[in-house]
């Protein structure tokens, strides 16, 4: 039968896709070749025709594609830490934003991430540039922050360095780093997995990195995630992060559960709900938050606006309801235009 089109393009959906996700092969040219590719697998399923069974292999074929494309374009939109750790291109986004809470008042804030891709290194490295303001109210801000983010960066002002891609693949990645702010050097290792749960499309990733500060000894940041697409507009997802710092005692750690509500290719929201913890000197739950992330192309597919109403339960005000809300622009020099990619996943 005929390959599935995709808005008209009949080329293969892994090709399609390949050129949407950047990957680095593991295997050389000669060794793919030499590769034995017989699998235990591959008979014929008892009473469906040879035309039956290929029509159901397209689909799972298309239909995995979609699902790991669908969540890489919403942790986009999302501008999500974890996904920017693994875009490999250059791209530069800044962020302003204001923010008022009845316990916090009005904070403003800022950032500039840089990221400019060294092509004569075969695409696997990439040198940073990160400008971050100190802010302690901000949608994604709590006592654990989430993988990408880290204790550390709470107070970085200026942070440079390299980032060197090992492997990279739709399920997998495997990167390492090195930079310096302005009070000390940092060097890790990080690498992200992606497996299925269950037959009826559950996932789950597994996110480490783990990093050596010159200042403060070592650091590892471990989270998971466990996520499912309802439809063709919701996608769930739980997220379990926990830290071990050389430099502290205890192990904070975080349970957060997410809904992604996608509207059209320029909205969606985000309802979250999480409870944030410490194990010193007793275990005790230092936040609680509830948050509603509105997320809107503004004018211009590089322009984005993020409007986040929140009410938190911090106990440093000894868990006393606390409303706000954020306001946040984004601009980002490098966009690529996702409408096809878009189509091809919600679309489908």
Not at 40 to 52: F, R, V, W
Not at 135 to 148: K, V
Not at 239 to 260: D, H, K, N, Q
């Amino acid at each position: 039968m005929p390959p599935p089109v995709i808005n008209g393009d009949a080329r293969p959906v892994e090709e399609i896709r390949e050129e949407r996700v950047t990957g680095i092969p593991i295997l050389s040219e000669e060794q793919g070749q030499t590769l034995d590719k017989r699998s235990a697998q591959g008979d014929d399923i008892p009473y469906l025709s040879p035309e039956s069974q290929a029509q159901l292999d397209d689909l799972q074929k298309k239909g995995s594609a979609l699902v790991l494309s669908a969540a890489e374009w919403i942790d986009s939109f999302f501008d999500d830490p974890r996904y920017l750790a693994e875009e490999n291109r250059t791209r530069a986004k800044v962020k302003i934003g204001l923010g008022y809470s009845e316990l916090y008042d009005l904070e403003t804030f800022g950032a500039i991430d840089l990221r400019v891709n060294l092509p004569r290194l075969e695409k696997r490295a990439n040198v940073f540039l990160r400008l971050n303001d100190d802010s302690d109210f901000d949608a994604d801000s709590s006592p654990i922050p989430n993988t990408e983010g880290g204790s550390k960066n709470d107070n970085e002002q200026l942070t440079a360095g390299v980032q060197y891609f090992l492997a990279m693949g739709e399920r997998y990645n495997v990167s390492t780093e090195v930079g310096a702010s302005l009070n000390y050097l940092f060097a890790g290792l990080r690498y992200r997995h992606l497996h299925s749960l269950s037959d009826d499309g559950w996932s789950g990733r597994f996110t480490n990195r783990l990093r050596y500060y010159t200042d403060d000894g070592w650091e590892n940041k471990a989270s998971y995630d466990i996520e499912k697409f309802f439809g063709q507009r919701f996608m769930s997802r739980s997220i379990l992060t926990a830290i071990l710092s050389e430099s502290r005692e205890g192990m904070p750690f975080s349970a957060v559960t997410r809904l992604y509500q996608v509207f059209n290719i320029d909205s969606a929201i985000a309802y979250d709900v999480g409870g944030y913890f410490d194990t010193e000197p007793d275990l005790e739950l230092t936040d609680f938050q509830i948050k509603l992330r509105y997320r809107q192309r503004f004018f211009r597919d590089w322009l984005v606006l993020e409007v986040a109403p929140l009410v938190t339960f911090p106990k440093e005000y000894d868990h006393q309801f606390n409303p706000g809300i954020l306001t946040r622009f984004e601009i980002d020099f490098g966009y690529l235009q996702d409408q096809e990619a878009y189509e091809s996943i919600f679309k489908f």
